[in-house]
């Protein structure tokens, strides 16, 4: 929702205090019922993450978020999908090359990085997207990405 996206940019610092709040709270619900249904659930939550970052951010499920590094603004609805940057076809205006109608992405999202307290992330390199997790939960896999690593410390820790 394109006019949800403009707020979020603009509200960025309202939402960065909220997502760092509410970040933890959420990743801890999901861990719990996912591990209590076996994963059952898994594609109900996905579902639901769909469902309200669809509505605030215009998500993309790109399975692998940057929201906070971005202003708050999803680079997913660029129409070139690059996550570093501006094309070199920005309007004078400001406006998109593509779709002249809508204020390019990385306008709105360096705007958004600088009312955030934390919002020099934007000068972070992002990879490009994994295809391969497409459409799946950015939250899940924060959650899976954390397992894996507290394994690999484990291991690192008993090898030592
Ligand atoms: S998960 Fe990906 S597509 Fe969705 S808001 Fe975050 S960066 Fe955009």
Redesign the pocket.
Known sequence: MYKARLFATRYSRLYERFYAFSEPIILNIMRIVSNISGGRLDGLMTRMEKAS?GFL???????????SS?GMT????CPKTI?NGPCGGVRENGQCEVKPEMVCVWVQAWEGAERMKNGNKINDLQFA?DKSVQGSS?WLNILKQREVQAKEQLTVEKAS
Request: aromatic share 4%.
């Open positions: 970052k951010f215009d998500c993309k499920m790109c399975g692998n978020c940057v929201l971005t999803c680079p997913m609805n996550r997207t950015a």
